[in-house]
């Protein structure tokens, strides 16, 4: 079955430089999330969208911004890169849900690291 | 968000039943308890989810006590590849997001 497609999986960055991380949903999956990990940490909720609209937002910082397109892809773009930047970045798919939650499929994440 | 509460970490021998309690004393009536996972780096991997009834997949049975402040996670044959992070999870209704709030999981090491 396909998957979530996450590009590049690797990608190094130095400080102040911007990054551009792709996330590609499960096909007929119209609702995207982005979670960051850390080193050692747990994943934590940055942003979702649902039909190119922003659905929720959690602690992402002001030099992050994302979008999701017409064909559902979405793209996190990252700006003046710090060195705390450094992470695992997951992308989820899922159905939208109207009552129950419904669950998210992730992709295996791009890692970052600023150097 | 109701906050769950899990242990450090535990070992399981293979092909036995890896028993992963979580407890959720503060959860609300229609509050849903997901299960997942993360293998070494890897993005987290569904398991399972319940509400109020017992549920079985083919990865694993979710037990909720009948007061839902507490559920088990059960892999009933443990297999060195279920070595991971298991989070359990108290997610709101639809109202609130769709969002997942990770804690601080149980590390489950399954041992030859």
């Known amino acids: 079955a396909a998957g979530v497609i996450q590009s590049p999986r690797h990608l190094i960055k130095e400080k102040r430089e911007t990054a551009t991380l792709k996330c590609y949903p499960i096909?007929?999956?119209?609702?995207v999330y982005w979670y960051q990990q850390g080193p050692g940490q747990d994943p934590q909720f940055l942003i979702s969208?649902?039909?190119?609209?922003?659905?929720d937002k959690g602690s992402i910082p002001d030099r992050f911004s994302a979008q999701q397109f017409s064909d559902y892809h979405s793209e996190l773009n990252m700006s003046s890169l710090e060195l705390g930047d450094s992470a695992l970045y997951f992308c989820?798919?899922?159905?939208?849900?109207?009552?129950?939650?419904?669950?998210?499929?992730f992709g295996p994440g791009t890692r970052l690291t600023v150097t | 968000d109701a906050k769950t509460t899990q242990p450090t970490s535990m070992d399981c021998a293979e092909g036995r039943a890896a028993n992963l309690p979580c407890n959720h004393s503060?959860?609300?009536?229609?509050?849903?308890v997901y299960w997942y996972r993360q293998i070494h780096s890897q993005g987290p991997q569904y398991i399972i989810h319940?509400?109020?009834n017992n549920e079985t997949n083919e990865m694993a049975s979710l037990i909720i006590t009948e007061d839902r402040k507490s559920s088990t996670l059960i892999l009933p044959h443990a297999t060195l590849r279920d070595t991971a992070v298991y989070y359990c999870?108290?997610?709101?209704?639809?109202?609130?997001?769709?969002?997942?709030?990770f804690g601080a999981g149980t590390i489950l090491r399954v041992k030859s």
């Open positions: 969208f649902y039909e190119k609209m922003q659905s």
């Open positions: 989820a798919s899922s159905l939208a849900a109207t009552v129950v939650p419904y669950e998210q499929y």
């Open positions: 096909p007929r999956h119209d609702t």
């Open positions: 503060t959860i609300s009536g229609n509050e849903y």
């Open positions: 999870i108290v997610r709101p209704p639809m109202e609130y997001g769709n969002k997942l709030v």
């Open positions: 319940g509400l109020k």
